[in-house]
């Protein structure tokens, strides 16, 4: 208890307009954590807070102070921002801001204007006229806030052939190129219902149950977009005005040039007619339909859409990984982060090198990769909100010097070892270094999948969820009545064994789902998903397994997969590379 009431001494609270103005005529410094409602404050500054707050000594002119974004108009700018802000007061005027939990750099700016104002006080330093930083006036943050109230959304279905023959990815570009913006998307099969649903304006047509069969198919991608906040005024493949292209066109001619461009500017559907791409997909413009088909869809887009969720990899180093492994683990979880995926890896001399070369130039480094070669590492792919920086403020700076003297309780500290003078943990450096760190040391890889004739579109759909919540991307999927050869392609180990027709006959009374999944170490994960083959035993041994909740016997156990590497890769030759090229 006396920990949290230290806290609320430290920052006062600062949730209304009101609070607001009144924290403005505190004298001195005020420094301002801006937080987001369903994120709160920055916890992991709050101890560089109170030890500055303890050395400076300066209770007059030093203040901490938490503002809510969400409830304050002054702060509306700052609204949907995942990242800390902290913003620098000096007497009622915000002079500064620091993007992100950036302790040595806050704490320089902290004790710098500090002892400015110690300065000024002794008469040794008249004070210094800082520019102040402008938010965004009232007025046009209403507007900002009305026009972002109505935001106009879009659903946009890509078509099973098209991801079939690889074209979702060029209408995707296209759909960035003309100015929008792809908020979410969902790569699915569509059950029979939300296909009518989504086209019932053309069900009249004759051919329409052939177009439901068609749409249900094969994997299809569902999108929302919305227009660009501030658009180009002219878009990719839009009829050009030669006024503006001219090389010595006037700004006058500019400026008359420049309606005449927004004019042209089409509806997403439109633009899709021009491109030829509107036979491979569908857009639904309508804002009631839409609301409807978000729900539908991304039922949790609504309450999602400012969480910024983010992949990164982090490491521990062999000591830490060997000592203390649980406890890093139990506060990874504690701090709301996902583990997506995990191994123990021995790292090669250049891998060491790459990962530990911002200390290269240190008198350390020989040994620091001798630690790194002689013994097991452990990799993992954390997801979270603000998942970069929560992560580098969770572990503090590289090294333990600087650590002890900035953030004292972050986790570069708490797990310090005394056979190296670095942060024990590792985390990737920005979002792209992140994607490239996964891929490398988690390579996906692919297994066939087989969701069986006798599952319901119901238990399907189930299925699908959990492949999803499982790490699995679907890439390739198809709904086939299996015929002989195409299940002899995927059963080829067992085609001999005397039960075999019986699987022919179950396979033959409706269509199967066949499937390409992707992830890391996807085959082993796939089997232990799918659990043991007679669904009576899953049951007992592995009771969330999908063939423990949906088989009904060894012959009818809902699913099938690849068993190796050799096995998964011959099958999804065989089933989904086409004999002859221009099938593809």
């Not at 007497?91 to 939990?101: D, L, Q, R, T």
């Not at 806030?145 to 060029?170: Q, R």
């Not at 180009?232 to 090389?247: F, I, L, M």
């Not at 679907?474 to 067992?494: G, P, S, V």
């Amino acid at each position: 208890m006396a920990g949290k009431k230290r806290e609320i001494q430290l920052q006062a609270v600062i949730n209304n307009q009101s609070l607001w103005d009144e924290m403005l005529q505190n004298k001195g410094l005020t420094v301002i954590d801006v937080y987001q409602a369903w994120c709160g404050p920055c916890k992991a500054m709050q101890t560089l807070f109170r030890k500055l707050k303890n050395e400076l000594n300066e209770d007059e002119i030093l203040h901490f102070v938490v503002a809510e974004a969400d409830s304050i108009v002054t702060l509306q700018s700052f609204r949907d921002k995942c990242e800390p802000i902290f913003l620098f007061s000096v007497n009622g005027k915000i002079i500064a801001k620091i993007n992100g939990a950036n302790a040595p750099l806050v704490s320089k700016k902290i004790i710098k204007l500090i002892n400015e104002e110690r300065k000024i006080a002794a008469g040794e330093l008249v004070r210094p006229q800082y520019h102040e930083i402008a938010f965004v006036d009232t007025e046009d943050v209403g507007e900002a806030s009305h026009k972002n109230n109505d935001k106009l959304y879009n659903i946009v279905i890509i078509k099973p052939e098209a991801v079939l023959t690889g074209k979702s990815m060029e209408i995707k570009k296209k759909i960035i190129g003309a100015g929008y913006v792809i908020e979410a998307e969902d790569k699915r099969m569509l059950t029979e219902e939300q296909v009518r649903d989504f086209y019932s304006g053309i069900a009249y047509q004759p051919d329409f149950e052939d177009f439901v069969s068609l749409m249900t198919s094969g994997l299809s991608y569902v999108l929302i977009t919305s227009q660009r906040d501030e658009q180009e005024p002219s878009w990719e493949g839009t009829v050009p005005n030669p006024e503006t292209e001219s090389k010595e066109l006037s700004e006058d001619q500019h400026e008359m040039a420049t309606p005449t461009v927004k004019k042209r500017q089409d509806s997403l559907q439109e633009y899709m007619e021009r491109q030829h791409l509107s036979e491979f997909c569908d857009i639904e413009e309508n804002k009631a339909n839409v609301n409807k088909f978000i729900d539908i869809f991304f039922p949790d887009f609504k309450s999602m859409k400012n969480i910024k969720l983010e992949r990164i990899m982090a490491l521990l180093r062999p000591d830490l990984f060997h000592k203390r492994k649980e406890d890093v683990l139990n506060i990874i979880q504690d701090e709301g982060f996902k583990i997506l995926m995990q191994r123990q890896i021995v790292l090669s001399k250049e891998e060491a090198q790459t990962l530990c070369k911002e200390h290269k130039n240190e008198d350390y480094f020989e040994k620091l990769i001798e630690n790194m070669t002689s013994g097991p590492s452990l990799a993992l792919v954390l997801l979270r909100d603000n998942a970069l920086q929560h992560w580098k403020a969770l572990i503090g700076p590289s090294t333990v010097e600087e650590a002890k003297e900035y953030l004292p309780e972050s986790l570069c500290v708490q797990f310090a070892m005394e056979s190296l003078p670095i942060n024990q943990l590792y985390g990737s450096v920005s979002l792209e270094a992140a994607e490239k760190e996964i891929e490398y040391f988690f390579p996906p890889q692919n297994v066939l999948g087989l969701i069986k004739s006798h599952v319901t579109h119901e238990q399907r759909e189930e299925i699908f969820n959990l492949i999803k919540e499982n790490g699995f991307e679907i890439t390739q999927m198809k709904e086939l009545l299996l015929n002989k050869e195409q299940a002899d392609a995927i059963y080829f180990k067992i085609k001999q064994k005397h039960f075999y027709k019986e699987i022919l006959e179950m396979l033959s009374e409706a269509p199967s789902l066949v499937m390409v999944l992707t992830k890391w170490n996807a085959i082993s994960d796939w089997r232990r998903l799918m659990g043991p083959t007679d669904p009576d035993e899953a049951k007992l041994l592995s009771p969330d397994s999908i063939r423990a909740r949906f088989g009904q016997s060894i012959l009818k156990n809902a699913v099938h997969g690849s068993s190796n590497l050799y096995e998964a890769t011959e099958t999804i030759n065989r089933i989904f590379v086409p004999k002859n090229p221009e099938e593809n």
